[in-house]
């Protein structure tokens, strides 16, 4: 776990830093010594070490909701103590391990999991199950894992046309077992074993459950040992390295779950100990605020050339903007940054979409460039596709920082575009385990230069309490509705329209 302190940024030799084998390389970042020691000034003032000290001793940062965010402790594989108010956390951790690699020996003749959860609860492991289903010669159990997380039905019923009913093992996850779209989904499927002729029993033995409320799970139908529990230090979206991962061990055994683990806490490591001038997290945070300050920008785009990553984007954009979009400070005054939107896709598909817009538009767009230095298949095409798609990756920065001069303005890139180089030796459970804890570490580390609490999200609650006089509108039929304190009169003209 070496970095080496970036000292001339005009040299690309020391703009790289190393940590967990991950290379993070910030040359085409355009800033110079004199700004990143700016940077790490404003690091030190805004008390980062400190923070990152406060969040992994479990004191209660997520300061609204009165909790720590310990999520880095449901990766602490060591067991080495972690304290909540003076209970060491890790034995219920372990506890939650054993059974875990338990069920993963108990599961036989299984041919399909479906996995319901929506936000925190599916894109972290529906984004481990695509990537590491891409790994040559990964184990895989041989089961179909569904994620059904829409209420929309047309999710619903691709997945029931698919699996075999008989057969099948359903997991609802739902921290608070109480999200609308998670429990009318697992009605559903119950619903859907009982008209399959599943006997009761079958059923009982078919449905598991990963929340921290237990008694709802009981009192939905679920036996006691087979509900996985979680925390409520544990923020959904930093949830799945719990009993949320499941899936993962599930698929491709509990060994492989342990090293995506063990990524992670190797990167939490390099994020607790290593200076501020040699963090990955914070560097790739203080290059981002620089952007903000500089630049003004207020989007960045991650683009990761490897296929196996398809999901990643999605999954970063649930951690950034939750996190971080925030429009009051830690004293409840307005705030001049928070989380830029946040979108990518894969290259080198993205070039082909909006990559003429990060060259020529108005709108400066940093850009995290992630590649793999191996190829993520065992074709024999592979080596030679995997060069054309690096090149692609190199390219693509190359033309965004330096731009190009031309006498036809429509063919002037104005360059001066910053991105990162992120280089993984690999992608297999390990390193995306290191990637996901690398990119969660900085967005508690923007929080902390933003002076803002990345664990909470109380904009995402409002949305869902006006649905409800929404609903109760629509299920009335043809009735007029009327503007009232629930509803105003644009909505209600719309409720008419679909009742009509």
Known sequence: ??????????????????????????????????????????????????????????????????????????????????????????????????????????????????????????????????????????????????????????ELARILDRAQPNSTRVIIVSKSFTTLETTMNAKAVVNWLKDNDCTKGQITNSLFAVTANVPAAKEFGIEEDNIYPFWDWVGGRYSVWSAVGLPIALQYGFKTFEEFLAGAHAMDLHFKNAPLEENLPVIMALALLHQQQKQGITAYAAIPYADALDAFPKWLQQLDMESNGKSVDRNGKPVKYSSPVVFGSTGSNAQHSYFQLLHQGPDIIPIDFIAVRKPMSERPEAIAHHRILLANCLAQAQALAHGKTADNPNHVYPGNRPSNLLLLPELNAFYLGALLALYENRAATLGALWNINSFDQPGVEYGKVLAKPIEKALVSGSDPIQANDDIDAVTAARINLLNS
């Open 1 to 154: 776990m070496t970095s080496r302190p970036l000292q001339n940024p005009d040299n690309p030799t020391n703009s790289t830093f190393t940590a967990v084998d991950v290379v993070l390389d910030t040359a085409y970042q355009h800033i110079d010594a004199a700004e990143w020691k700016k940077l790490f000034s404003v690091a030190k003032k805004s008390k980062v070490k400190e923070f990152i000290a406060d969040m992994f001793a479990g004191k209660h940062i997520n300061f609204s909701e009165d909790r720590p965010a310990l999520h880095s402790a449901l990766r602490n594989l060591p067991k080495s103590p972690v304290f909540l108010d003076g209970i060491d956390v890790m034995p219920a951790i372990a506890d939650v391990w054993r059974r875990i690699d338990a069920l993963c020996n108990k599961w036989v003749g299984v041919t399909d999991v479906i996995h319901i959860g929506i936000g925190g609860s599916d894109f972290g492991p529906r984004l481990a199950i695509e990537a590491l289903a891409h790994v040559p010669g990964i184990e895989s159990r041989g089961m179909r894992m569904h994620f059904l997380a829409n209420i929309d039905t047309a």
